[in-house]
């Protein structure tokens, strides 16, 4: 089961955070690379701060309250008959076991968000949504 590995290396000093990168293949790697260069700045008033290791698979705002990673395995707990929410036109799986940990279903890969109590979902979930599509129909 893929787990999004989040620390802070450096908190309340604005630092790296530490997440491990996925190993995306083929079109999803493609498509996440892209992905990197249109994720917004800023999401729910939290600013994007540097992931360590650097990695053009992830994406993380504010000290990790935010932590993206694109090109992760199809969630274990997804039942492929299982009706999920759209946002925007981008299916969201909520694992049921982790309520901070959502899932986009893309055809040509799996992106993977980890969203802090502290934020709102939806509104997070709705940002990356536009950004997420670009990439993965480019």
Same mark, same amino acid.
């Given at each position: 089961? @893929? ?7 450096? #908190? ?5 955070? *530490? ?5 995306? /293949? ?11 260069? /249109?994720?917004? *700045?800023?999401?729910?008033? &939290?600013? +994007?701060?540097? $992931? ?6 992830? @994406?993380?705002? =504010?000290?990790?309250?935010? #932590?993206? +990673?694109? =090109?992760?395995?199809?969630?274990? #707990? ?18 049921? @076991? +982790?309520? $901070?940990?959502?899932?986009?279903? %893309? *055809? ?9 109590? +502290?934020?709102? &979902? ?9 950004? %997420?599509? #670009?990439?993965?129909? &480019?």
């Amino acid at each position: 089961m @893929a787990v999004a590995a989040l620390s802070l290396l450096a #908190a309340g000093c604005g630092g790296a955070v *530490r997440v491990d990168p996925p190993t995306p /293949r083929g079109t999803a790697a493609t498509a996440c690379a892209a992905l990197t260069d /249109r994720l917004p *700045r800023t999401l729910d008033g &939290a600013e +994007r701060v540097p $992931s360590d290791p650097p990695s053009p698979y992830v @994406a993380v705002w =504010g000290e990790g309250e935010i #932590a993206l +990673r694109c =090109g992760v395995p199809r969630p274990a #707990a997804l039942d492929p008959t299982q009706q999920v929410p759209e946002i925007n036109g981008v299916p969201w799986f909520a694992d049921p @076991a +982790r309520p $901070s940990l959502f899932t986009a279903l %893309i *055809r040509d890969g799996y992106v993977e968000v980890t969203i802090s109590p +502290r934020h709102q &979902a939806a509104s997070v979930l709705l940002d990356l949504a536009a950004p %997420i599509k #670009a990439a993965f129909s &480019a």
